[in-house]
């Protein structure tokens, strides 16, 4: 078993390509719109299945926003330097919710970012 994709269902489907590919450097790697079933995907990673997992946002026709209630935690993402990545994230216009820094009782380097529709993406320096 291996994990393929998150899915995460976003009120704006440009908007949310846009931050995901502009902002946090990924590539948009597949769409699909079944406009009779009304929903559309997009599919965004580091790379494809199977060496990457993927993102796949999923934009149902008509629903602009969603409560994300208090189960849902974050999406944890690699990065060379936490410090560097936030201030590019900053310059594209994206939201840093928790400066680089190290984790409380640790030395591990983090920082935490929102999406557009206010899903938490936490980076982790390595």
């Known amino acids: 078993m291996r994990l393929l994709h998150t ?3 976003v009120g704006d489907l440009q908007r949310s390509i846009d931050f995901y590919t502009r902002v946090m450097g990924m590539k948009l790697l597949r769409t699909t719109d079944r406009p009779d079933q009304k929903y559309s995907l997009a599919f965004v990673g580091y790379g494809t ?3 990457h997992a993927e993102i796949e946002l999923t934009y ?3 629903v ?5 209630g208090t189960a849902y935690g974050h999406i944890a993402i690699e990065v060379p330097d936490a410090y560097a990545a ?3 994230i900053k310059a594209g216009g994206g939201s840093v919710t928790r400066e680089a820094g190290p984790v409380a009782g ?7 970012i929102t999406d557009p529709d206010g899903y938490k993406v936490e980076l982790i320096q390595r």
């Open 86 to 88: 936030c201030a590019a």
């Open 64 to 68: 602009d926003h969603y409560e994300l």
């Open 49 to 51: 299945n199977p060496e």
């Open 60 to 62: 149902n026709h008509g």
């Open 7 to 9: 899915m995460l269902r």
């Open 106 to 112: 640790g030395s591990t380097v983090i920082a935490f």
